[in-house]
C-alpha cells in the first residue's frame, strides 16, 4: 500500500512539473530574431555602390583619404580641407524622430597634424556649411544626428543652393523612401570659385578651405531588398544632378539633372564601379526625366 501510494505521488509529481514547463514555455518572451535582423540589413553597405576614387585610409593619401563612419562614408582632400564625395545608404531604417543637433564640430578621426575645420572656419565667409549626408537622412539617433554634423561632411555651399535647390532633392529622396524604397546616394564638389552672399570667392578659411564651382549628387533607387548592386539593371531609376555653386540657381533640383557619365567626366571618378559594367553603361549615359516631388 505504502509502494502504491509513493508511486502515485510520484506520478502526480512528475505531471504537475511537466505542466509547469509547459506553461514556461508558453508564457517565455519571444525573442524578434526575425525583426532584428531585418533592421540591421537595411543599414547596407555605404559603400555598396563601389568607392567613386579608390580612396583608402592611408595617412599618406592627403588628396583621397577614405573616412568610413557608421553613417556614410567619405573622400577626404586635406589640403581643400573639404571632402571630394560622401556616399550614403538611406532606408526607412535611418529615419526616426531624432531633431536637428546642430552640433557643428571637427572631425577627430582625420589623422594627426592634418587641419580640422571648426563650425567658426565659416563664419563671415558668406557660404553656408552645406552637408553632403543631410541631417534629416539620419534622425535614428542622436549619434546618427551628429555625425552629420561633423566639418568633414560639409562644403563652402550658395546659400540658394543649399537651401533651396539642394534642399529640394534632399526631401524628394525621403519622400521615395517613404514610398517603400532604398537609396545609395553619392554626392560631392569640384572645381575652384563660387558665389556666396558676400560674393565670389575661391576660398574661405584662410585659404585652408576651397569653395567649389559645381556640387553634384548621384541616387540609385531601388526598392526594399538585398544583394543591392545585383539589383542594379538597365531599367533602375537613377537620378544625377550637377549645379553651379551660385545663387543664381532655380529653385526646382530637376533643371539642373545630368548623366552619371557627365559628373565621371568632370571628376575622373567611376561612381557605381561595382554595378555590372553592361548595365552601367545604359543607366550612366541616360539622364533621368522622372517626378521630382
Not at 23 to 30: F, G, L, S, V, Y
Not at 251 to 265: L, M, N
Amino acid at each position: 500500500m505504502k509502494l502504491t501510494f509513493s508511486r502515485i505521488s510520484s506520478l502526480v509529481l512528475l505531471t504537475a512539473l511537466a505542466v509547469s514547463c509547459s506553461k514556461d514555455e508558453q508564457n517565455a518572451p519571444t525573442v524578434p530574431t526575425a525583426a532584428v535582423v531585418n533592421q540591421d540589413a537595411t543599414r547596407d553597405s555605404h559603400l555598396a555602390m563601389g568607392n567613386p576614387s579608390g580612396a583608402t585610409s592611408s595617412s599618406t593619401n592627403y588628396t583621397n583619404y577614405l573616412l568610413s563612419k557608421s553613417q556614410f562614408a567619405l573622400s577626404y582632400h586635406r589640403d581643400k580641407g573639404k571632402p571630394n564625395w560622401v556616399s550614403w545608404h538611406l532606408s526607412s531604417a535611418w529615419l526616426g524622430s531624432t531633431p536637428r543637433q546642430d552640433n557643428f564640430a571637427a572631425d577627430g578621426a582625420l589623422p594627426s597634424g592634418w587641419f580640422r575645420a571648426t563650425s567658426s572656419s565659416y563664419t563671415g565667409s558668406g557660404f553656408d556649411r552645406g552637408h553632403n549626408c543631410p541631417s534629416a537622412d539620419r534622425t535614428g539617433s542622436v549619434a546618427d544626428n551628429s555625425a552629420t554634423f561633423l566639418m568633414t561632411n560639409m562644403m563652402p555651399q550658395s546659400a540658394n543652393n543649399n537651401q533651396r535647390t539642394w534642399a529640394g532633392l534632399e526631401n524628394y529622396c525621403r519622400t521615395l523612401v517613404n514610398q517603400g524604397n532604398e537609396l545609395y546616394v553619392i554626392c560631392g564638389s569640384y572645381g575652384s570659385g563660387g558665389t556666396g552672399l558676400n560674393g565670389y570667392a575661391t576660398t574661405i578659411a584662410g585659404g585652408k578651405i576651397t569653395v567649389p564651382s559645381n556640387c553634384w549628387k548621384v541616387v540609385v533607387v531601388l526598392p526594399e531588398g538585398s544583394s543591392d548592386a545585383s539589383r542594379v539593371t538597365t531599367a533602375t531609376r537613377v537620378i544625377a544632378i550637377n549645379t553651379p555653386n551660385n545663387q543664381t540657381l532655380a529653385s526646382t533640383w530637376g533643371s539642373y539633372r545630368t548623366s552619371v557619365d557627365a559628373i565621371e567626366a568632370a571628376t575622373g571618378y567611376n561612381i557605381l564601379s561595382a554595378v555590372n559594367s553592361t548595365v552601367q553603361a545604359t543607366i550612366e549615359a541616360r539622364v533621368d526625366n522622372g517626378p521630382t516631388n
